[in-house]
């Protein structure tokens, strides 16, 4: 099993940057994909970005490519998204999720942690 704590979130402008950080406590960090989803009021939880055990591959999805980062680091037990260039529809609570089953569906991942507000003002 794995533990997970997000933070970072708050409240932004337009345009700014933020950096979410999720820490992990447990076995085996390295065994588990990471990945962040996120849900906003009123809507279904969506993916964001995941990479990959090793952290060699990492994915995204459309509204994250090209603004949104994923990295981990094995050494720590921690992945962070670094998202710039924020937008008013990037406004959600944001998931740190843990898989040994996948990396992209949100159905494979095992492991969730409470989840961190990103407000984005215009």
């Known amino acids: 099993q794995v533990q997970l704590v997000e933070s970072g979130g708050g409240l932004v402008q337009a345009g700014d940057s933020l950096r979410l950080s999720c820490a992990a406590s447990g076995r085996d960090f390295d065994r588990y994909a990471l990945g962040w989803f996120r849900q906003a009021a009123g809507k279904e939880r969506e993916f964001v970005a995941s990479i990959a055990r090793s952290g060699g591959h990492t994915y995204y999805a459309d509204s994250a490519k090209g603004r949104f980062t994923v990295s981990r680091d094995n050494a720590k037990d921690t992945v962070t998204l670094q998202m710039n260039s924020l937008k008013p529809e990037d406004t959600a609570v944001y998931y740190c999720?843990?898989?040994?089953?996948?990396?992209?569906?949100?159905?494979?991942?095992?492991?969730w942690g409470q989840g961190t507000q990103v407000t984005v003002s215009s």
């Open positions: 999720a843990a898989s040994q089953r996948g990396i992209v569906a949100a159905t494979t991942f095992d492991y």
